[in-house]
């Protein structure tokens, strides 16, 4: 055997192995930056799944703690209803009703013009359906209940940025609501008695006057909900 076909079979081996290592080298390398994606993906969802949960239990406490304010406004007007000493007088009776105005072209009636600006931000809007000069003793109680409610609505306003409306529609075919908002912007339509947002409060579907969340999103006429 030559010596030169002894070095040409050592370079063929030489070769040979180092393409096997390149090859080798080359599928490790692969594996790690796959093992590296991998543990990066692992750390980016635990990351995001930590950051959701918090998010969720953030959320979670803010609408509890919306609940249990709605069920203090609820507690707060039932004993104002309930509460004989708590009546109108005729006084006091005839000065809200005088207070009213009737928009006859559109059919309702509004406090509009007792919101100054300077009290705007303690007092939300009223409106109801038809003329005022109707409006029955009941009504004018519940509606003067709802009005004293207001610091109530004002409160759960500022303490919750997530409640950035608060809404009292009556069967007796009025509403109100906090934030004040113009009656040409929104006010009381038939239409409100028939949203799930009044009817999942009723004692047909609520029997139990549980705290409910709507079926569907609301959007009020002046663009929010």
Known sequence: MSKQSSLTRLHDRLSTFMLVTLVLAGGLAGLFLVKSAESGNSRNDLALTNRLSERRQHIDSQLARIADHVL?????????????????????????????????????????????????????????????????????????????????FQAGYESFPAANRFYYISERNFLSYYPWRPANRLHFTPALLENSVFLGGTPALNPQRRVYWPDSPFADDAGAG
């Not at 609820?74 to 000493?85: C, N, Q, V």
């Not at 013009?113 to 300077?118: A, F, Q, V, Y």
Request: glycine share 6%.
């Open 72 to 152: 203090a406004l609820r507690t707060m007007a039932e004993s104002r209803l309930k509460r004989p000493t708590q009546k109108l007088s005729s006084a006091s009776r005839h000065h809200l009703k005088s207070s009213l105005q009737h928009d006859k072209r559109q059919g309702y009636f509004h406090l509009d013009t007792l919101h100054h600006p300077t009290i705007r931000k303690n007092v939300g809007s009223l409106t109801g359906l038809g003329d005022p000069s109707q409006v029955d003793a009941e009504t004018l109680q519940e509606m003067q209940v709802v009005l004293d409610l207001n610091v109530g």
